[in-house]
């Protein structure tokens, strides 16, 4: 559009030039040089205002168009796959390049969760997923928390608006495992599962404690199932993961959900037993662990008068960081290459 006057002219290219660029259109609109010219008008001589008055008015009616234009070429643009490398359209030779494979590596958590369900898979335990965001009933009134038991505190974790949790154990998931599988327990056969996933808990950060984290539940019921299939079961598994004959040992604790409750704690499998830097005093506390308690057993519709059953959760990351004597939990969720490009 032509405009006779020269300085409205000037203002028209340079709002222009400015409107492509700006993410919020519609602020051309109240630019400080729109407004300028309206308030040239009030000090303008009577003879020169109503043709200078059109022209800005004409001015403004054009912008508003512009902008109405380029919003609506923006409403109807078709939506982007940001995780797609480029559209299934796009011909081959037009293609970004991709890096190739070989330039990546698995992330040591991933490599080491693979090696620790291969060996509860040969021990007869099938892998669940654990959940990353759950409820109230799971996370507490499924594993005998009661409503307001000071015990709740000792699982801080995150919440949303809505009154959904991060679960900060994967414990979340028995009651699930318990009534996905209890068929098995009538036709005679047993429930033995492993339940791997990702936890969250309100930490003060440190090189042990992370406020994410990866977890791996056990859980087995059948029939005479009792504290010593436990300890056999994880001492077998720490000795299969690091390829030594391992010294265990438990001491009473509590958990809501089983009874009787331990804390498991292996012999350090470094300095056996004779104090380390990894262990301080020859002992690793590594887990907890418990015989299940009925009142869980029971909400899962399971009679504890006929069955019994034990259950562990501990911490994937403290498994590897024992493993490869990694000194800090935090290097895992880092990203930092120069600790990754070790397990590569």
């Known amino acids: 559009m032509v405009y006779k006057n020269q300085k409205i002219a ?37 003879k020169d205002r109503a043709s200078f008055g059109q022209e800005v008015n004409k001015l403004k009616s054009e912008l508003e168009e512009l902008v109405q234009n380029l919003e609506s070429r923006t409403s109807n643009l078709a939506p982007i796959d ?7 359209n796009v011909p081959e030779d037009k293609r970004p390049g991709l890096l190739p494979a070989e330039n990546g590596s698995i992330h040591p958590l991933t490599r080491e969760m693979t090696v620790v369900l291969d060996i509860f898979a040969r021990m007869g335990f099938e892998a669940v997923e654990s959940r990353q965001i759950d409820d109230d009933y799971h996370m507490f009134e499924t594993l005998n928390f009661a409503e307001g038991h000071p015990a709740r505190d000792d699982y801080d974790t995150f919440m949303t608006t809505e009154g959904l949790i991060a679960p900060a154990h994967t414990s979340t998931m028995q009651n699930r495992v318990l009534k996905a599988h209890k068929k098995r327990l009538e036709n005679g056969e047993d429930i033995r599962v492993v339940i791997p996933g990702r936890v969250f808990r309100n930490e003060d950060l440190d090189a042990r404690h992370e406020h994410t984290f990866y977890q791996l539940e056990g859980v ?3 029939k005479g ?9 994880l001492k077998t598994f720490l000795s299969e993961y690091y390829q030594k004959d ?10 809501p959900f089983t009874e009787p409750s331990f804390e498991f704690a292996l012999g350090c499998p470094f300095c056996d037993k004779a104090g380390c830097k990894v262990c301080g005093e020859g002992w690793i506390e590594l887990l907890g662990c418990g015989m299940i308690h009925p009142n869980v ?12 059953g034990f259950a562990w ?7 590897v960081m024992m493993k490869y004597d990694i000194e800090d939990i935090r290097h895992f969720e880092s990203a930092k290459l120069d600790f990754l490009r070790q397990f590569s």
């Open 82 to 88: 940001v995780t797609a490398p480029f559209d299934v």
């Open 225 to 233: 199932i009792h504290a010593g299939h436990l300890i056999a079961t």
């Open 297 to 308: 057993l029971k909400m899962a519709g399971i009679d504890p008068n006929t069955y019994t």
């Open 246 to 255: 391992v010294e265990v040992k438990t001491q009473p604790f509590y958990f």
């Open 313 to 319: 959760g501990g911490g994937i990351e403290r498994l």
């Open 220 to 222: 087995y019921v059948g």
């Open 10 to 46: 000037e203002v028209a290219k340079t709002l222009k030039v400015r409107l492509d660029k700006a993410e919020d259109k519609k602020s051309i609109l109240r630019s400080v040089e729109l407004k300028a010219l309206y308030d040239e008008l009030k000090t303008m001589p009577a």
